[in-house]
């Protein structure tokens, strides 16, 4: 084994071939949470990233990428401008491309609220906030006040995977919250999914099964 690259251990041949293709991999909204062998991309310069750029859009062309991950981003987005990243995404996304969104799960948190779980996370450093204290879930968690880019939109694995999905992204799929290797801190209180930009021969209208999607808004109107 040549090493270990976000957690898997890789050979010498595909340790050389991660290097020769980080320029096909775009770590979206990379912040504290660079990695190695992909182009990093955030908005602030305090962070460490190959590209500082605000988005949407993307800086990059048509069918110029491989695979984009997007980690606790577009939650800090509006409901509008997150559908304008993930079309953006879709729009650099060679066909066969992957997106892979991770977010706070809202389902999973305010399930832990209402039955009083004792659960605690500790942000910043040194503070715990405390589930059963919805002061201190709206803080951490539903509005983010305890930092300065705060939450502006809400979601669990349904209305994620409807995002993606409503992009035209299928075989929609969800990620290991606990181990997946692109998260920088597994935890309970996230959800991702991953989907992919179809090959024209393999396109299909068909939504999974695996979650409840709809091509249009629930309650709109």
């Given at each position: ?13 595909e340790y050389r071939e991660l290097e020769a ?62 559908r304008e990243l993930v079309a953006e995404c ?11 969104v991770l977010v706070p799960d809202t389902r ?114």
């Open positions: 084994m040549a090493g270990a690259v976000n957690q898997i251990l890789v050979t010498e041949a293709t980080a320029g096909r991999r775009l770590n979206l909204g990379s912040g504290a949470a660079p990695m190695q062998f992909w182009m990093n991309l955030d908005e602030s310069e305090e962070w460490p990233a190959e590209i500082h750029a605000h988005v949407p859009p993307l800086p990059f062309d048509d069918e110029s990428l491989d695979d984009i991950y997007c980690g606790h981003l577009i939650e800090h987005l509006t409901r509008d401008e997150a879709y729009r650099i996304l060679t066909p066969g491309g992957r997106l892979g999973e948190i305010m399930k832990r609220y209402l039955a009083g779980a004792i659960d605690a996370v500790e942000y910043p450093l040194g503070t715990w906030q405390y589930v059963a204290n919805l002061d201190h879930m709206c803080a951490m968690f539903l509005y983010s006040t305890v930092q300065p880019s705060q939450h502006l939109w809400s979601y669990d694995l349904q209305t994620l995977a409807r995002l993606i999905g409503s992009a035209g992204f299928v075989d929609l799929a969800e990620m290991d919250r606990y181990t997946d290797p692109r998260i920088a801190q597994g935890a309970w209180y996230q959800c991702g999914i991953d989907g992919y930009k179809p090959k024209p021969a393999a396109f299909s209208s068909e939504w999974p099964e695996t979650f409840d999607i709809y091509t249009e808004d629930d309650n709109e109107g």
